[in-house]
């Protein structure tokens, strides 16, 4: 069974840090790319960054401005994501993914990230 635990989240004031972190089991996980997708309150999914299976190749979305950092250690079966220089707008629900073919096919519970003064 594929299980993908987040955490890391918390509540920051504005221009703090987090490091998010995922750890995977039940699967090889180098085998795999794995990206990261949040859900603010009421709003829908949005895909922040993934990651080749080798860590060789990693993907922003556009309006991420240079805050988010993705990487992972296959020895540790673990993915993270830094974000830099926190804004309210980043408050959301942060999910990691395992992904086949551009799709993430699995997902963890979440970890929450709430960003406020």
């Known amino acids: 069974e594929v299980q993908l635990v987040e955490s890391g989240g918390g509540f920051v004031q504005p221009g703090g840090s987090l490091r998010l972190s995922c750890v995977g089991s039940?699967?090889?996980?180098?085998?795999?790319?794995m990206s990261w997708v949040r859900q603010a309150p009421e709003k829908g999914l949005e895909w922040v960054s993934a990651?080749?299976?080798?860590?060789?190749?990693?993907y922003y979305a556009p309006n991420m401005g240079g805050r988010f950092t993705i990487s992972r250690d296959n020895a540790k079966n673990t993915l993270y994501l830094q974000i830099d220089e926190l804004k309210s707008e980043d408050t959301a629900v942060y999910y990691c993914?395992?992904?086949?073919?551009?799709?993430?096919?699995?997902w963890g519970q979440g970890t929450q990230v709430t960003v406020s003064s």
């Open positions: 993914t395992k992904d086949e073919d551009y799709t993430s096919t699995d």
């Open positions: 039940g699967f090889t996980f180098d085998d795999y790319a």
């Open positions: 990651i080749s299976w080798d860590g060789g190749d990693t």
